[in-house]
C-alpha cells in the first residue's frame, strides 16, 4: 500500500509562484506514473497534471497548461507540481496519486481518474486576487 504526503501549499497573490511537493513510500516509487488532482468544495476531484513512471511523458489539464510544471525525482521518492502565474481559480486542495500499475504513462490517470486508491491529507492552495 503506498502512502502520500503532500506539503507546499499555502496562501499566496494571484501571479504568484509556489511548489507543491508530494513524497511517496510503501512501494517501489520509481516504477509508477504519478498524478497530481485537486479538489474545490462541492466538486469531484480533477486530475490536473501526470508523468510517466520514467519522467518522460507528462500531461496537463488545458487549465493549468504553460503555468504549472510536473516533475518527479525517483532517487527521493517524491513528485513535484510547479505553480507560476497562480489565479483565483487555482485555489483548491491538491492531492497527488499513482497509477495503480507499474510501468505506466499517467495518460489513464489523466484521462479517467485511475489511481492507486490511496490518498493522503491533500494540501490546501489560496489564491487571493
Known amino acids: 500500500q503506498v502512502q502520500l504526503v503532500e506539503s507546499g501549499g499555502g496562501l499566496v497573490q494571484a501571479g504568484g509562484s509556489l511548489r507543491l511537493s508530494c513524497a511517496a513510500s510503501g512501494r517501489t516509487f520509481s516504477r509508477y506514473a504519478m498524478g497530481w488532482f485537486r479538489q474545490v468544495p462541492g466538486k469531484e476531484r480533477a486530475s490536473i497534471a501526470a508523468?510517466?513512471?520514467?519522467?518522460?511523458?507528462?500531461y496537463y489539464s488545458d487549465s493549468v497548461k504553460g503555468r504549472f510544471t510536473i516533475s518527479r525525482d525517483n532517487a527521493n521518492n517524491t513528485v513535484y507540481l510547479q505553480m507560476n502565474k497562480l489565479k483565483p481559480e487555482d485555489t483548491a486542495v491538491y492531492y497527488c496519486?499513482?497509477?495503480?500499475?507499474?510501468?505506466?504513462?499517467?495518460?489513464?490517470?489523466?484521462?479517467?481518474?485511475?489511481?492507486?486508491?490511496?490518498w493522503g491529507q491533500g494540501t490546501q492552495v489560496t489564491v487571493s486576487s
Open positions: 508523468i510517466s513512471w520514467n519522467g518522460q511523458k507528462t
Open positions: 496519486n499513482s497509477e495503480p500499475r507499474p510501468y505506466g504513462l499517467g495518460y489513464d490517470l489523466m484521462r479517467i481518474g485511475q489511481t492507486s486508491g490511496s
